[in-house]
């Protein structure tokens, strides 16, 4: 850090008594609170049912066909007959015989698609990175039928090869059938099918995965269950997490969300759910993959295919600041100096005379291009905003205008708390934004806005932030992704206008947990009831479809990083609470130190612990 930057920080006699008394609280806070602890399992095991698949059809607009699984894994058909694809079951039916008998049925990836050939061990069914402590194991398959005659068979697969398989006769009309006495080891595949005379057939609308885990609190199993979705994403090639599970690595990857993958991992490893060698060669993997990347002034692209940007998108200036300032975080806390080093160095890297557009504001980046200045600036409130000017601080020791005041423009819920993931909110910023009134008011309108509502208001469900629609299949392409908001500039977007029925966007819940724990649990419970969520599957987005029957969901199982990175981060903050590692990381690196005492208002920083002590 050069003497100017020092002294320019240093300059004003509150600024510098602020840093004294911020830095003495959170050095003192280990001594002095003991809410929060390293949590422990509870004793025993419980058993969750994953959804693998419950065939809802829903293709983009324009393709005939979906090809994935609520697993974020493709599908297909095989044998000799048919296979229909209804809009909630699949009929597969005899046609031809080999011999004395025929047979069709349907194949389902286990683990992504299925041509990578990654397995699922079925006694550890997290990634191997998980400690076995908290690793959980397949017990059964279950299929729901409609109807069938002839025999039903389940089979699975390790590199086209069988290990597995058994069968029963279909007796027709509904009947649940389960299948124990797993095989350990790795899989690659299920297959169902029907066996039998021409003309024998299954209906099937429904296939479920028990697993037996150990029995912990809920929010311990939402920031693990989360965490080992978005870490099965990482491509440990190249250190960058594919997008979303059901694109193969290196299709289309996500640079921000492989920063919060790597800040995540610090947090399991607190945690104990991942040890710190592990966690260690996770971040320095992340850390060796983005620093290598190539740039555009400095800027990394927001998503990469087979290691170069992505056509048709673009070199985003906050995207590589998060990417960044999780690396450092990450790198500080597990104390990997060669990775604060190349994170730091990245950062410093960022050629601002070209990103700062024509009024000396942080603009959005470059076209793909990397000639063409991206149109938007960051000058509005939210923590988007927040984040750029920090990385913008931390580089350079200045910052640039916010020229609106609180709310957020489209009241996006994850533009409220997304700054907060990495570092304490202060009370007060620099620009005089009451951060800490801020958040409790725009939690206060996500947690009551659906409060009448005859579906979302009895389970206490909340939370609109931006995500892909429950169903893809009803909007064109370019309307998948949409900011759903409330309490911002804007009137509320609770998906009616797109969807015809109000949704959730429940990495939001996660993200508040630190806020209302209380409403936040609650409405992750009803999410694990209704299997929404589970060990092996993730609910971007979901809408009832029958108000106010209230028993139709509609519902979007996208394991995308992005959102699975917020909700982990949201669930890890408030499980570390004032000790989470990122927050001393922040502390401990000071260059991210001296650029928070920037961001803050000179009579406010000691105060930003105020809230969290009082949970």
């Given at each position: 850090?050069?003497?100017?930057?020092?002294?320019?920080?240093?300059?004003?006699?509150?600024?510098?008594?602020?840093?004294?008394?911020?830095?003495?609280?959170?050095?003192?806070?280990?001594?002095?609170?003991?809410?929060?602890?390293?949590?422990?399992?509870?004793?025993?095991?419980?058993?969750?049912?994953?959804?693998?698949?419950?065939?809802?059809?829903?293709?983009?607009?324009?393709?005939?066909?979906?090809?994935?699984?609520?697993?974020?894994?493709?599908?297909?058909?095989?044998?000799?007959?048919?296979?229909?694809?209804?809009?909630?079951?699949?009929?597969?039916?005899?046609?031809?015989?080999?011999?004395?008998?025929?047979?069709?049925?349907?194949?389902?990836?286990?683990?992504?698609?299925?041509?990578?050939?990654?397995?699922?061990?079925?006694?550890?069914?997290?990634?191997?990175?998980?400690?076995?402590?908290?690793?959980?194991?397949?017990?059964?398959?279950?299929?729901?039928?409609?109807?069938?005659?002839?025999?039903?068979?389940?089979?699975?697969?390790?590199?086209?090869?069988?290990?597995?398989?058994?069968?029963?006769?279909?007796?027709?009309?509904?009947?649940?059938?389960?299948?124990?006495?797993?095989?350990?080891?790795?899989?690659?595949?299920?297959?169902?099918?029907?066996?039998?005379?021409?003309?024998?057939?299954?209906?099937?609308?429904?296939?479920?995965?028990?697993?037996?885990?150990?029995?912990?609190?809920?929010?311990?199993?939402?920031?693990?269950?989360?965490?080992?979705?978005?870490?099965?994403?990482?491509?440990?090639?190249?250190?960058?997490?594919?997008?979303?599970?059901?694109?193969?690595?290196?299709?289309?990857?996500?640079?921000?969300?492989?920063?919060?993958?790597?800040?995540?991992?610090?947090?399991?490893?607190?945690?104990?759910?991942?040890?710190?060698?592990?966690?260690?060669?996770?971040?320095?993997?992340?850390?060796?993959?983005?620093?290598?990347?190539?740039?555009?002034?400095?800027?990394?692209?927001?998503?990469?295919?087979?290691?170069?940007?992505?056509?048709?998108?673009?070199?985003?200036?906050?995207?590589?600041?998060?990417?960044?300032?999780?690396?450092?975080?990450?790198?500080?806390?597990?104390?990997?100096?060669?990775?604060?080093?190349k994170s730091e160095n990245a950062l410093n890297s960022i050629l601002w005379t070209d990103v700062l557009s024509d009024n000396g504001q942080i603009s959005h980046g470059f076209e793909t291009n990397c000639v063409t200045q991206k149109n938007n600036v960051w000058n509005d409130f939210g923590g988007e905003t927040w984040l750029a000017n920090y990385g913008y601080a931390a580089a350079t020791g200045n910052v640039t205008a916010v020229e609106t005041r609180p709310p957020t423009h489209n009241g996006s819920g994850f533009i409220d708390e997304i700054a907060w993931l990495f570092v304490p909110a202060p009370y007060r910023d620099r620009w005089d934004m009451n951060w800490h009134d801020y958040r409790f008011t725009a939690v206060y309108s996500q947690t009551t806005y659906y409060e009448n509502n005859d579906c979302?208001?009895?389970?206490?469900?909340?939370?609109?932030?931006?995500?892909?629609?429950?169903?893809?299949?009803?909007?064109?392409?370019?309307?998948?992704?949409?900011?759903?908001?409330?309490?911002?500039?804007?009137?509320?977007?609770?998906?009616?206008?797109?969807?015809?029925?109000?949704?959730?966007?429940?990495?939001?819940?996660?993200?508040?947990?630190?806020?209302?724990?209380?409403?936040?649990?609650?409405?992750?419970?009803?999410?694990?009831?209704?299997?929404?969520?589970?060990?092996?599957?993730?609910?971007?987005?979901?809408?009832?479809?029958?108000?106010?029957?209230?028993?139709?969901?509609?519902?979007?199982?996208?394991?995308?990083?992005?959102?699975?990175?917020?909700?982990?981060?949201?669930?890890?903050?408030?499980?570390?609470?004032?000790?989470?590692?990122?927050?001393?990381?922040?502390?401990?690196?000071?260059?991210?130190?001296?650029?928070?005492?920037?961001?803050?208002?000179?009579?406010?920083?000691?105060?930003?612990?105020?809230?969290?002590?009082?949970?």
């Amino acid at each position: 850090m050069s003497p100017r930057r020092f002294f320019t920080v240093l300059a004003s006699p509150f600024l510098a008594l602020a840093i004294v008394l911020s830095l003495i609280q959170f050095l003192a806070s280990d001594l002095v609170v003991a809410e929060t602890a390293v949590p422990q399992t509870t004793q025993g095991n419980i058993t969750t049912t994953v959804i693998i698949d419950d065939f809802s059809a829903q293709p983009i607009m324009g393709d005939p066909f979906w090809y994935y699984s609520r697993i974020g894994s493709d599908r297909g058909e095989f044998g000799l007959g048919t296979v229909v694809w209804g809009s909630t079951s699949v009929t597969a039916t005899v046609t031809q015989l080999d011999g004395i008998e025929g047979w069709v049925g349907v194949w389902t990836g286990l683990n992504h698609v299925l041509n990578e050939e990654i397995p699922l061990d079925l006694t550890a069914v997290f990634p191997s990175q998980i400690d076995a402590s908290y690793q959980g194991e397949a017990t059964a398959i279950r299929l729901h039928i409609i109807d069938g005659q002839g025999t039903l068979a389940v089979e699975l697969q390790e590199d086209g090869t069988k290990v597995w398989d058994d069968e029963i006769a279909l007796s027709g009309g509904n009947q649940t059938i389960a299948f124990g006495n797993l095989p350990d080891g790795n899989v690659h595949n299920l297959n169902w099918l029907v066996k039998g005379n021409i003309g024998d057939f299954v209906v099937v609308d429904r296939v479920e995965m028990d697993i037996s885990l150990p029995n912990l609190p809920l929010p311990e199993r939402a920031f693990l269950w989360s965490y080992a979705m978005l870490l099965s994403n990482l491509d440990v090639d190249s250190g960058i997490v594919r997008d979303r599970a059901n694109f193969p690595e290196g299709d289309f990857d996500n640079v921000s969300a492989s920063g919060l993958l790597a800040a995540a991992t610090v947090q399991a490893e607190y945690l104990g759910m991942v040890s710190e060698p592990d966690a260690s060669d996770i971040v320095t993997k992340i850390t060796d993959g983005l620093t290598g990347l190539d740039d555009c002034s400095g800027l990394w692209p927001h998503f990469t295919k087979n290691g170069v940007i992505s056509p048709d998108t673009e070199w985003s200036s906050v995207d590589t600041i998060i990417a960044q300032i999780a690396l450092i975080e990450a790198n500080q806390a597990l104390q990997l100096n060669a990775g604060i080093t190349k994170s730091e160095n990245a950062l410093n890297s960022i050629l601002w005379t070209d990103v700062l557009s024509d009024n000396g504001q942080i603009s959005h980046g470059f076209e793909t291009n990397c000639v063409t200045q991206k149109n938007n600036v960051w000058n509005d409130f939210g923590g988007e905003t927040w984040l750029a000017n920090y990385g913008y601080a931390a580089a350079t020791g200045n910052v640039t205008a916010v020229e609106t005041r609180p709310p957020t423009h489209n009241g996006s819920g994850f533009i409220d708390e997304i700054a907060w993931l990495f570092v304490p909110a202060p009370y007060r910023d620099r620009w005089d934004m009451n951060w800490h009134d801020y958040r409790f008011t725009a939690v206060y309108s996500q947690t009551t806005y659906y409060e009448n509502n005859d579906c979302y208001a009895p389970p206490g469900l909340f939370g609109l932030s931006a995500a892909e629609v429950p169903d893809p299949s009803i909007v064109s392409p370019g309307a998948i992704y949409i900011p759903f908001g409330i309490g911002g500039v804007i009137s509320p977007d609770d998906g009616t206008a797109a969807m015809g029925h109000p949704v959730i966007t429940p990495h939001y819940i996660g993200m508040a947990a630190p806020l209302v724990p209380e409403q936040a649990i609650a409405a992750w419970k009803w999410l694990e009831d209704e299997h929404l969520f589970s060990p092996l599957s993730n609910v971007e987005s979901f809408m009832f479809i029958d108000e106010p029957t209230c028993s139709q969901i509609e519902w979007n199982s996208l394991r995308g990083s992005w959102n699975l990175g917020l909700q982990t981060l949201g669930w890890g903050s408030y499980l570390t609470g004032r000790n989470n590692p990122l927050y001393k990381a922040m502390w401990q690196n000071e260059m991210l130190r001296q650029a928070y005492q920037i961001m803050c208002s000179p009579t406010a920083c000691h105060a930003i612990f105020l809230p969290i002590a009082t949970r």
